[in-house]
């Protein structure tokens, strides 16, 4: 544990990671300018007679992407602390590897279920007719509850997990791979716990729409490792939940919702 204790939290120690994260910036920005990033999108995926291995294996790689870009760089304090924790103990590469692949499962873990309620509730809503065609309710929806989440006494104790890491591993850091991969499973576990809500607006806007993407990333990272990081969560929290109220309203206020809406009809009309 006195490895533990000496270590410092660093944002330079991962090159390769930093590799990762710009290369997820990348190519999401070049979907956008392409004007390709409605294939990632979880409507799209549902639509075309996409073989539904295929629809699922597009989005895991896309899921990835995604988390890469605006998951990893939150995590990057925590990263380089287990880093130089794990660099005397035996096969040490293979243990920081454990720990991402930890921190990956949970958050892919989570995609998956979220893009199983998603489908859900498409299927509902081919059913449920006067459900159909308000999909602003699902939109505006997700982000009051967004915005509540921000309120909540569990993202604020996860926060205070994922702004302290050299607490965390000093609780719970353990040598060998298999303590690498429990380890990450553990810090993707409170990560989740606070972000979860908020990802869960990225799909349902679109994974890879820039618009909301850079600003949640943003927002994410600096809740976790700003000065004011908790200052920031109830402001957030209230805008959120006004414009989800907005959004219900009049789905104008979603621009990319209105889209969406359109490819829904099309696809609705074409099918008849």
Not at 17 to 43: K, S
Not at 160 to 176: E, I, Q, T, V
Request: some cysteine; aromatic content about 8%; hydrophobic content about 55%.
């Amino acid at each position: 544990m006195s490895a533990v204790s000496q270590a410092r939290p660093s944002w330079g120690g991962a090159p390769l990671l930093m590799g990762v994260i710009v290369l997820a910036w990348t190519l999401a920005i070049t979907a956008e300018v392409t004007g390709e990033v409605q294939w990632v999108h979880h409507h799209q995926l549902m639509v075309d007679g996409m073989a539904v291995w295929a629809s699922l294996a597009l989005f895991l790689v896309a899921w990835q992407v995604h988390i890469a870009a605006m998951m990893l760089p939150t995590t990057l304090p925590m990263v380089g602390l287990y880093r130089q924790v794990a660099a005397g103990q035996p096969r040490s590469r293979l243990a920081r590897a454990s720990f991402l692949v930890g921190y990956l499962v949970v958050w892919t873990a989570f995609g998956l279920a979220a893009l199983v309620v998603m489908a859900l509730l498409e299927g509902l809503g081919q059913h449920w007719h006067w459900l159909h065609p308000r999909p602003e309710w699902l939109a505006g929806g997700t982000l009051v509850l967004a915005g509540a989440f921000q309120f909540s006494g569990l993202k604020e104790r996860c926060l205070d997990k994922c702004r302290a890491p050299r607490a965390f591993l000093l609780s719970h850091y353990r040598r060998g791979v298999a303590g690498g991969f429990a380890l990450g499973l553990r810090h993707g576990a409170f990560c989740l716990g606070c972000c979860w809500a908020l990802m869960l607006v990225m799909v349902i806007v679109g994974i890879a729409n820039l618009a909301w993407m850079a600003p949640l990333a943003a927002l994410m990272l600096y809740e976790k490792v700003g000065r004011h990081g908790a200052r920031l969560a109830r402001p957030v929290g209230g805008l959120l939940i006004l414009l989800g109220l907005l959004v219900m309203v009049d789905p104008a206020w979603l621009p990319s919702l209105v889209s969406d809406h359109g490819l829904h009809a099309s696809h609705g009309h074409g099918s008849h």
